[in-house]
């Protein structure tokens, strides 16, 4: 069974997915559930607070952290000074390659989102959800999966 995740990016990390510039996000934490090909809602953390689009899990890879950054340096949208502060004090960093990113026709802001689906709270990290939350979603961003 596939899982659905809703992502919490910032603002500047997001719009490099957009831009076809990040090809990778970038995690401490691995999304238990989170498998290749699962899909991946995109909420922009504030202050944009909305949801813009989403992309499919192409691989999710786990190294040491400087083997990481070797792989994602080109791809991962950061400076290397950026990275190694991100991941001071862990030993290995999670890698989730993107494919399939799709941008919503109109972005789903929160107090959209919260009128549709009040019981839908925006993730800190992430956050898993139904099928039908994500064609409500779906239908509030005039976007076709």
Not at 45 to 55: C, D, I
Not at 101 to 114: A, E, K, M, T
Request: hydrophobic share 35%.
């Amino acid at each position: 069974m596939s899982s659905i995740l809703l992502l919490s990016i910032r603002p500047e990390y997001a719009n490099q997915i957009f831009d076809s510039n990040k090809t990778v996000e970038l995690r401490r934490v691995r999304p238990r559930l989170l498998n290749e090909g699962d899909l991946v809602l995109i909420y922009i953390s504030s202050p944009t607070k909305a949801v813009f689009g989403s992309f499919k899990v192409d691989t999710i890879i786990e190294k040491p952290i400087a083997e990481l950054w070797e792989e994602v340096e080109d791809k991962a949208g950061i400076s290397s000074e950026k990275f190694y502060d991100y991941y001071q004090g862990t030993k290995t960093g999670i890698g989730i390659f993107l494919k399939d990113i799709h941008r919503f026709s109109q972005p789903v802001d929160l107090h959209r989102l919260r009128k549709k689906l009040p019981e839908l709270k925006p993730p800190q990290s992430y956050r898993y959800i139904t099928d039908k939350q994500l064609r409500i979603v779906y239908s509030l961003g005039e976007c076709s999966r």
